[in-house]
């Protein structure tokens, strides 16, 4: 597995009404948690970290480590490559690529779609390639 943040695939991004400084990154059109959301008594939204899906929905907050069965069902799904970590000092997300149908020392390329957020969320996106070789 590779974990990799949607922010390193960025060379110059910019809005006509969001500093650059400002600037939001995850993966393929994802949101982090917006609205304020408490899941087992944790706050959760853009300026917490937090596990998130494809709709935007929190699925857990991201503690240091997972201390019940939400925040480890969700670190597993995490992972496994299912969701992306919001981390908001990093002002992106992370996502990881697993192994699956990679050959040992074969190469695979992978199309990444980043996303870039404004203030209003409004958002662009671009398209990159990841060549994943598995060693072994």
Request: charged share 25%; hydrophobic share 40%.
């Amino acid at each position: 597995m590779v974990e990799l943040w949607a922010i390193d695939f960025m060379n110059k991004s910019y809005d006509n009404c969001t500093d650059e400084s400002d600037l939001l990154y995850t993966f393929d059109d994802w949101a982090p948690r917006i609205a304020d959301t408490v899941i087992q008594t944790r706050l959760v939204n853009v300026d917490k970290a937090h596990y998130f899906n494809s709709k935007g929905q929190a699925v857990a907050a991201y503690p240091a480590r997972a201390t019940n069965s939400v925040e480890k069902a969700a670190e597993a799904s995490y992972l496994a490559g299912n969701l992306q970590l919001w981390i908001p000092e990093n002002r992106s997300s992370a996502k990881v690529w697993v192994s699956g149908d990679i050959a040992p020392g074969v190469k695979k390329t992978v199309d990444v779609h980043v996303t870039v957020w404004d203030k209003k969320f409004n958002h662009d996106y671009c398209w990159t390639t990841l060549d994943l070789i598995l060693n072994g």
